[in-house]
């Protein structure tokens, strides 16, 4: 599961704690940050950007279902009017990943 979102998230699904990390996916304001820990399913972060603050991705897959999980804490006097920007925006995103393909593309 971490490896599809990581791939999704354009991060190396082989960070450590200690990495650096920047979340940057179209529409969404960039999370910057350091790895804190590594999971299987996933990582934690201390954020540096857009504000200070701590954040979880995990993902776990259940056949070609893949569950996500995220948390993001922001901290501050704008925390916030941030945390709803962000949050609103990442959670359009989230969703996006999980639409089915259209008629479309398939």
Not at 18 to 33: A, C
Not at 53 to 62: Q, R, V
């Amino acid at each position: 599961g971490w490896p599809r979102l990581a791939a999704a998230l354009g991060v190396d699904p082989d960070v450590a704690p200690g990495d650096r990390i920047v979340l940057s996916v179209p529409g969404t304001p960039r999370l910057v940050g350091t790895v804190t820990d590594r999971l299987s399913v996933g990582v934690a972060v201390l954020l540096e950007e857009p504000a200070p603050g701590t954040a979880m991705l995990l993902a776990e897959a259940h056949g070609p279902v893949l569950g996500v999980s995220t948390w993001c804490y922001l901290y501050g006097d704008d925390a916030a009017r941030l945390a709803a920007e962000v949050g609103e925006r990442w959670s359009t995103w989230l969703q996006a990943q999980s639409a089915p393909p259209s008629a479309d593309s398939r």
